[in-house]
């Protein structure tokens, strides 16, 4: 049974920072692109970070560039979102994503962040 299980969401005043976590299981983690997305109310969900399996090369959305950071560690099978400099509209529900080649992806359950004073 394959799990993604986010955590480290949670309440933060603007400027501030998070760090969400991706833990997976039933997986072979370190095949997998690992990606996180965002949904806020209203909105589509929207790609914010992406990792390859290996690490290295990595890409972001230009409204987070400078300000997160996505990184993996394979032995812990766990994916990392670094969030600095917090702003308002980066409030929403962030999802962890397991993308491997034309296999079906994985998603987890998602974890709230809200950003208000």
């Known amino acids: 049974q394959v ?6 969401g949670g309440l933060v005043q603007p400027g501030g920072s ?15 692109a690992m990606s996180w997305y965002r949904q806020a109310p209203g909105k589509e969900r929207e790609l914010v970070a992406a990792i390859p399996s290996q690490g290295g090369s990595t ?21 990392y979102l670094q969030m600095n400099s917090l702003k308002p509209e980066d409030t ?16 987890g359950q998602g974890t709230q962040v809200t950003v208000s004073s």
């Open 59 to 79: 890409n972001y959305a230009d409204s987070v560039k400078g300000r997160f950071t996505i990184s993996r560690d394979n032995a812990k099978n766990t994916v």
């Open 18 to 32: 998070l760090r969400l976590s991706c833990a997976a299981s039933g997986i072979t983690f370190s095949n997998y």
């Open 92 to 107: 929403a529900v962030y999802y962890c994503k397991a993308t491997w080649f034309l296999r079906r992806p994985y998603w």
């Open 3 to 8: 799990q993604l299980v986010e955590s480290g």
